[in-house]
């Protein structure tokens, strides 16, 4: 009955003025002239500070995925990747708002034992956009917090056991195609690398049909990620 359950689980979880104006008039221009110029010159310059303040690059690193599933006699993590994209916005000496565009591994390994034992691997891969404040510790430390959303790529469930070895393709329609939660963690700059830590909280219960359910019940991502990020942007020496 596991072995039919889990099959179908998997099977199915796949205006222009005249030229003689009077000189009050001309007057009245130079000062709105000079009022537009300064203007200009504080925003180029803002603009080229906040350039030469913000961080930019390539990341990726290690995912310590799980699902904490109710109903299993043990669970463990699913070791993975992320890998991306980021870039500052806004940035200024103690602050910025940071967007990312990642690809990132999910899951978990889940036992489910008894009369017979069965283990169940949930591989789980999404795009993961997080946007986040940027809190400045002088040019060494920064901290990070905020929320993200994650659109489902693809998903497939490996199971070995008592009753059936093998793998499976998961509908999409048995999952939700979104995720959303909370991320927050810290980044340690050297020059140009930035080494840090993340913990990703979802939200979104992922499991969307009847069958999804009966495996994930209530179950949420929960990600915690190492990265090692690159500034292509070459000005935070």
Same mark, same amino acid.
């Given at each position: 009955? =596991? ?6 689980f998997?099977? &199915?979880f796949?205006? *222009?003025?005249?030229? $003689? *104006?009077?000189?009050?008039m ?33 990341? @990726? ?8 599933i109710d ?5 463990n993590a ?10 500052q916005?806004?940035s #200024? /000496?103690v602050?910025?708002i940071?967007?990312?565009l990642?690809?990132?591994?999910k899951?978990?390994?889940?036992f489910?034992g008894? &009369?017979?034992?069965q283990?169940?691997k949930?591989?789980l891969? !999404? +795009?993961?956009?997080?946007?986040l404040? &940027?809190?400045?510790?002088g040019?060494s430390?920064?901290?990070h917090i ?14 070995? @056991? /008592?009753?059936?070895n093998? /793998?499976?393709?998961?509908?999409k /329609? ?13 980044? =340690?700059n050297? @020059?140009?690398l930035? &080494?840090?830590?993340?913990?990703n !909280?979802g ?9 999804? $359910?009966?495996? *994930? @019940?209530?179950?949420?991502? #929960?990600?915690?990620?190492i990265y *090692?990020?690159?500034? +292509? ?5």
């Amino acid at each position: 009955m =596991l072995h039919s359950m889990i099959s179908s689980f998997g099977a &199915v979880f796949i205006p *222009l003025q005249s030229n $003689k *104006l009077p000189k009050t008039m001309d007057t009245k221009k130079n000062k709105i002239f000079s009022i537009y110029l300064l203007i200009f010159l504080l925003g180029g310059f803002s603009v080229n500070t906040a350039f030469a303040q913000a961080r930019a690059g390539i990341k @990726g690193g290690l995912n310590v995925s799980n699902l904490y599933i109710d109903n299993v006699h043990d669970e463990n993590a699913r070791y993975g990747f992320n890998v991306g994209l980021y870039g500052q916005l806004l940035s #200024s /000496d103690v602050f910025a708002i940071q967007p990312e565009l990642l690809y990132s591994t999910k899951g978990s390994r889940a036992f489910y034992g008894g &009369v017979v034992e069965q283990t169940v691997k949930y591989n789980l891969n !999404y +795009l993961d956009l997080p946007v986040l404040a &940027v809190i400045k510790l002088g040019k060494s430390a920064e901290i990070h917090i905020g929320p993200y959303a994650s659109y489902l790529v693809n998903a497939n469930v490996s199971y070995s @056991g /008592d009753i059936a070895n093998g /793998d499976d393709e998961i509908d999409k /329609d048995q999952l939700k195609s979104y995720d959303y939660g909370l991320a927050g963690g810290f980044g =340690l700059n050297f @020059g140009q690398l930035q &080494v840090g830590a993340r913990y990703n !909280y979802g939200l979104v219960k992922i499991a969307d049909s009847d069958a999804a $359910k009966l495996f *994930l @019940g209530d179950s949420k991502n #929960s990600v915690a990620q190492i990265y *090692l990020s690159l500034n +292509l942007l070459g000005n935070n020496k």
